[in-house]
Antibody, heavy 120, light 113 residues
Framework: QVQLQESGPGLVKPSETLSLTCTVS????????WSWIRQPPGKGLEWIAY???????NYNPSLQSRVTISVDTSKSQFSLKLTSVTAADTAVYYC??????????????WGQGTMVTVSS | DIVMTQSPDSLAVSLGERATINCKSS????????????LAWYQQKPGQPPKLLIY???TRESGVPDRFSGSGSGTDFTLTISSLQAEDVALYYC?????????FGQGTKVEIK
C-alpha cells in the first residue's frame, strides 16, 4: 500500500529556511495531487500547498510569499521550502495524498508527520 | 477563504450511545454540476496523523466501520457515530476541498462519559 514519509531537520533557526521532503513508497507518484499540511502543537490543521506530479501548484495565500513546493518524480518525492521562519511556524508537518486524480480531493493517505521547531 | 465551524468543541458520550458533530461552512461546498459536496471528515488520535473517515460528505472510506456516517449538503454537515466505542475517543475535523485554500474546522474532541 502507498506510504508517505516526511524527512528533514527537526530544528530550524528563526529567519532561516525550513526544508522538508516527502517520499512516496508502495505506489506511484503519478496522477495524484500531493499536499503539505501543518499542525501547531495543540492546534488545528492548516493546508499549506499542493502539487500535481506534472508540477502544477497551488498555495495557501497566507503563506504563498514564503512557500515553494516541488516534485521529483524520478525519486518519487515532493518537497516543501518555507523561508524566513518564525516561532509561529513551529508545527508538525504532514505530507498527504489527494485521493482522486483531480485537485479537489480529500486526503486519503498521510505521512506520520515530522515535528519542526523554530528556535535559536 | 471558506471558514469551517464545528460544534460542539467537545462532547462526552456514554459507550454505545450516539455522538453527533456538526460542521458549518461559510459558503456552500456543493458543486452544482455534479451534485457533490466537497466535504470530508477525519479522525485524529494523539500522536497520529488524521485518518480519512468520510468524503463527498457521506461516502465512507474503505475500512471505516459503518457506525460512522456523514450527512448534510450545501453549508451544513453532520458526522454521526451511531454507537460510541472506546476506540472512537479522538479529535474529529471537517474539511472542505471545494475552494482554495483548503480549510479545516477547529476540531471536536470526543470523550467517554
Amino acid at each position: 500500500q502507498v506510504q508517505l514519509q516526511e524527512s528533514g531537520p527537526g530544528l530550524v533557526k528563526p529567519s532561516e529556511t525550513l526544508s522538508l521532503t516527502c517520499t512516496v513508497s508502495g505506489g506511484s507518484i503519478s496522477n495524484y495531487y500531493w499536499s503539505w499540511i501543518r499542525q501547531p502543537p495543540g492546534k488545528g490543521l492548516e493546508w499549506i500547498a499542493y502539487i500535481y506530479y506534472r508540477g502544477n501548484t497551488n498555495y495557501n495565500p497566507s503563506l504563498q510569499s514564503r512557500v515553494t513546493i516541488s516534485v521529483d518524480t524520478s525519486k518519487s518525492q515532493f518537497s516543501l521550502k518555507l523561508t524566513s521562519v518564525t516561532a509561529a511556524d513551529t508545527a508538525v508537518y504532514y505530507c498527504a495524498r489527494g485521493r482522486g486524480t483531480y485537485s479537489n480531493s480529500a486526503f486519503d493517505i498521510w505521512g506520520q508527520g515530522t515535528m519542526v521547531t523554530v528556535s535559536s | 477563504d471558506i471558514v469551517m465551524t464545528q460544534s460542539p468543541d467537545s462532547l462526552a458520550v456514554s459507550l454505545g450511545e450516539r455522538a453527533t458533530i456538526n460542521c458549518k461552512s461559510s459558503q456552500s461546498v456543493l458543486y452544482s454540476s455534479n451534485n457533490k459536496n466537497y466535504l470530508a471528515w477525519y479522525q485524529q488520535k494523539p500522536g497520529q496523523p488524521p485518518k480519512l473517515l468520510i468524503y463527498w460528505a457521506s461516502t465512507r472510506e474503505s475500512g471505516v466501520p459503518d457506525r460512522f456516517s456523514g450527512s448534510g449538503s450545501g453549508t451544513d454537515f453532520t458526522l454521526t457515530i451511531s454507537s460510541l466505542q472506546a476506540e472512537d475517543v479522538a479529535l474529529y475535523y471537517c474539511h472542505q476541498y471545494y475552494g482554495t485554500p483548503r480549510t479545516f474546522g477547529q476540531g471536536t474532541k470526543v470523550e467517554i462519559k
